[in-house]
């Protein structure tokens, strides 16, 4: 475990908000890093471990990190509600733990500039929110972790829970567009407009069932159920067992290292690895979870299983003893400017690198879990 603790500390230390380590898709494009999902993911992992292990060097750090974009009027340095992106949002789930912890306003102006933002997402006919304004009339798996945790916390905590339907509707309708009936799985995007090039013309479903896709999604249902008052009733009950069953679903698919494949329901195939963002979502899924009380005991040792087989097969040191997390897809999307098809060989053609945010965010969401399990 002080390995991880280890790993992380270089990671903090190599990293500043223009230039943090773990942003691979900004490093490699020579980008300074502005307010993006992928250091949202990082910091609200950071302020996770703070929250289970009170030490003052990760909240110094995440809170820095996040003071430097926000002013005091609320307004967030290269945020821009306007592009109605629906992963902006997800960083923003940071500045409701700093308005606990600091009691500054500016936070608390910066969540309402965040939830502004959702009460303008267009909207498919059914009611989902776009994953884009570039993306018209398409539901991505991904979209629901970046947005309704968010979403749900708001509504409790700012809103009286006046928009709980709403939210509800939109898990709703992904498991009753993209869910497999076959597998329990889900696939990656939905297009309701039927047009997009990569979709089926009769169902508007993608071809595959990606692996960080699911976990982003297990990711979704857990974190909004954990953010919601359990009083509102039945569409809670109904998202507990939507969570459940999916987990059961991906465990018949965990491979014996504990891991999963990058296209999950075919680990034979040629070229098809084990990831590591996808695991490691997994592994805090399952963890917490069974935490909740959303999942059986037994469920546990899923976890843990996933959790110990990253560490084993994908956290290794350099020649000058620094670590680093292997096995993490950059980024898999479809259309767009790269005319992204959603095929097996296409999830096989995205770089493969280390250290990337997507994965260790996670991988520490999961080590805090694991932390929990000591305690």
Sequence with gaps: MDRIEKYIDELMEKSTPDCPAWNMEKIMQGLKSTWNYVDGCMIKAVLEMYAITSDEKYFQFAEAFIDCRVNEDGSIDGYDVNELNIDNINAGKTLFELYDLTGREKYRRAVDLVYSQIKQMPRTAEGSFWHKNIYPNQIWLDGLYMCQPFYMEYETRFNNKKNYDDIFRQFDTVVKNMRDPKTGLYYHAYDASREMFWCDKVTGLSRNFWLRALGWFSMALLDTLDKADAACGEPYENMKRTFAELMEAMLRYQDESGMWYQVVNVGGMEKNYLETSGSSIMAYALLKGVRLGFLPELYREYGRKAFHGICDRYLTADEQGSLHLG?????????????????????????????????????LLAYTEMLRLEK
């Design 327 to 363: 096995g993490i897809c950059l980024v898999a999307g479809l259309g767009g400017s790269q005319k992204r098809p959603g095929t097996f060989d296409y999830y096989m053609s995205e770089p493969v690198v280390s250290d990337d945010a997507k994965g260790v965010g996670p991988f």
